[in-house]
């Protein structure tokens, strides 16, 4: 099972560069790494989805090593409304997407 | 405002009684999941549709939980006799036929059980 597993919370101020590491130890072959934003009361919100090596689109980059064994969600200068929950996802078949407890982030002014 | 629609945002009910949601995908993703997600927690997943076909179902849910897709467009879930414990946010999502990984949540069904 491809189980992930994320810091339960971080605090940053804003404008400060955040990177939130999930590690997913055991991620098969043709498994995507997924990231999610959650506001309370809203669904989630797709942020960034990768494979290997470096993503980025504008609003986040995903670094993942060579063994894809773990990813690190990067958030550029953050600000007051990035605090969110962050989910990091594996495929654990052609079908279940399995969220884990997520990453609580909360920037401060 | 992803394209997915749930209804209703918000469901009071007494314990015991039925209570159904409906979602309204995107109109031309294929595939279509619904979780649960308590204070605090990720979402779990429930159920999975492509098209029209029910293809997974956790084990977590039991029998008095189902769901349909009935022409492979909206959805419903149905709780029936309801607990307290089934208190929670009931999200959909869809998803694009070829995508992975890539989920349009819409809002979610709140239902509060008395």
């Known amino acids: 099972l491809a189980k992930t597993t994320q810091p339960i919370s971080m605090d940053s101020y804003e404008g400060q560069e955040v990177n939130i590491t999930c590690s997913h130890n055991n991620i098969a072959t043709n498994d995507y790494i997924t990231w999610y934003q959650q506001f309370p009361s809203q669904g989630p919100r797709f942020i960034i989805q990768g494979y290997k090596t470096k993503v980025t689109n504008e609003v986040a980059s995903l670094f993942i090593p060579a063994d894809r064994k773990s990813s690190t969600l990067s958030l550029p200068r953050v600000s007051l409304s990035d605090t969110a929950v962050y989910y990091c996802?594996?495929?654990?078949?052609?079908?279940?997407?399995?969220f884990g407890s997520g990453t609580r982030l909360l920037v401060r002014p | 405002d992803t394209g997915v629609s749930q209804d209703p945002r918000h469901k009071i009910t007494k314990r015991g009684q039925n209570v159904t949601f409906r979602c309204d995908p995107i109109s031309e993703h294929n595939r279509l999941y619904w979780y649960r997600q308590t204070l605090g927690q990720g979402p779990e997943f429930l159920t999975y549709?492509?098209?029209?076909?029910?293809?997974?179902k956790s084990r977590l849910l039991s029998d008095r939980f189902s769901a349909e897709r009935p022409k492979g467009s909206f959805s419903t879930l149905e709780i029936q006799r309801t607990e307290q414990g089934d208190s929670a946010m009931y999200l959909c999502a869809s998803v694009p036929g070829l995508s992975t990984g890539e989920l349009f949540f819409g809002e979610g069904s709140r239902l509060t059980v008395l």
């Open positions: 996802l594996v495929e654990e078949s052609s079908y279940k997407l399995i």
């Open positions: 549709f492509q098209n029209e076909a029910q293809l997974e």
